[in-house]
């Protein structure tokens, strides 16, 4: 019953093929389906990235505790980096003399870096925010620091990435709409500094031959809190700007997940259809599955591997907490349905003995199973997709 209902969701109509920029971005439509989804490929200056995907974020050019070897494997297409975190350490302008992120954390598949906003956020006691731009104390020593939208668009030229993210102000849940009214104002103000900025720049990336002539994109970050009058405004503003692609941002921070959805089902419909849409910072397995069905391309979170370190795992039977007593003699995968590197080779006693004895293989393992639980689901939705086409 349930293989009925997936397969009579992805009704596919005629194939599109939309050239967003020759140079930086194209995005080809393969097929969508009657709920929205969209089976794409997007062709970035360093990988071509099959979407939907999900995004493992590298916070510090580092997936916690997965080497980049192990992400290729688990065929990770393209990881995030961290602004604010890589401002600060090593420097955006050491990394771009060391020849960009990319040559940096040795990746030669496709990055996208988010602007700093999302991180001067969450630092409500240590930042003060103007017209000008955030004003903030570094978590790592107290020093001050100052962003603008015009710095951190020179920060993400700096570190080479593939995608760029227009700066922001997040709104905090719950927020009134006097509050959301204004935070997106500037927001919308902060996105023409950061474009008009970003097109007068973009070429100073780091140099790597074999990129010559091609640049980084700047994505526009739709705003708005939870009321969707202003999620349309902000929208229809970003869409009038012309970036090669949006994304949903302000989502996951404390507002119920039946609020996400609903933000997310109203903007999306309001975003040009032959362009990427990215929701920025969600959520669990089967949340990033109903979300690419719906037709959202692009998803990030720090989910999998944040989890992962507290021995929460996911698996085909649902969430499991490593820890637990009943696993000390547990001879089975942790997953019997999932041919990851994990399962094919270790048990539940043994993954349990490693956090209960604090070794830093436990992060490690517990990690590369999350990340191929998320991976795996977003290959199995495109496979979906692809059978479904192939049945018309």
């Not at 302008?93 to 990319?102: F, K, P, Q, Y």
């Not at 997106?184 to 474009?195: G, N, P, V």
């Not at 720090?302 to 039977?317: D, I, M, Q, W, Y």
């Amino acid at each position: 019953m349930a293989a009925a209902r997936v397969a009579a969701a992805f009704i596919c109509r005629s194939p599109e093929s939309i050239t967003i920029d020759k140079v930086s971005l194209t995005f080809n439509i393969h097929h969508t389906t009657e709920a929205g989804g969209r089976r794409a490929t997007m062709q970035l200056p360093h990988a071509a990235v099959e979407t939907p995907v999900f995004m493992p974020v590298g916070t510090v050019a580092t997936v916690k505790a997965v080497p980049q070897h192990i992400l290729e494997e688990l065929e990770a297409q393209i990881i995030l980096g961290n602004t604010y975190h890589l401002y600060l350490r090593p420097g955006h302008e050491a990394i771009r003399r060391l020849g960009g992120l990319h040559r940096f954390m040795s990746w030669e598949r496709a990055i996208l870096t988010d602007s700093g906003g999302f991180q001067v956020f969450s630092l409500s006691e240590l930042r003060k925010v103007t017209e000008n731009g955030v004003e903030f104390r570094s978590h790592l020593d107290g020093g001050r620091h100052f962003f603008s939208p015009e710095h951190s668009m020179d920060v993400q030229i700096a570190l080479g990435s593939d995608i760029a993210m227009a700066f922001d102000e997040c709104t905090e849940y719950p927020a009134e709409y006097a509050r959301a009214r204004s935070s997106l104002d500037l927001t919308l103000r902060w996105a023409e500094r950061s474009k008009r900025h970003f097109d007068a720049h973009k070429y100073e990336r780091p140099w790597d031959e074999r990129f010559a002539g091609q640049t980084p994109n700047l994505f526009g970050i739709v705003q708005g809190g939870m009321y969707l009058d202003l999620r349309r405004e902000s929208a229809e503003r970003l869409v009038e700007m012309d970036f090669p692609g949006y994304a949903i941002g302000g989502l996951s921070v404390g507002e119920p997940r039946e609020r996400t959805r609903e933000v997310i089902e109203a903007t999306l419909p309001l975003l040009p259809k032959d362009k990427p849409r990215y929701v920025m910072g969600v959520g669990y397995p089967d949340e990033i599955a109903e979300y690419a069905r719906m037709g959202v391309d692009m998803m990030d979170c720090v989910l999998p591997t944040r989890a992962a370190r507290h021995g929460l795992l996911f698996t085909s039977e649902g969430r499991m907490n490593i820890k637990n007593r009943q696993y000390a003699e547990d001879q089975n995968p942790p997953d019997v349905h999932c041919g990851c590197m994990v399962c094919r080779r270790y048990t539940r006693a043994y993954l349990r003995h490693l956090m209960a004895a604090q070794e830093p293989l436990s992060a490690v393992l517990n990690s590369i199973h999350n990340l191929a639980f998320y991976l795996n689901t977003m290959r199995e939705v495109r496979e979906e997709m692809s059978r479904a086409a192939a049945a018309q």
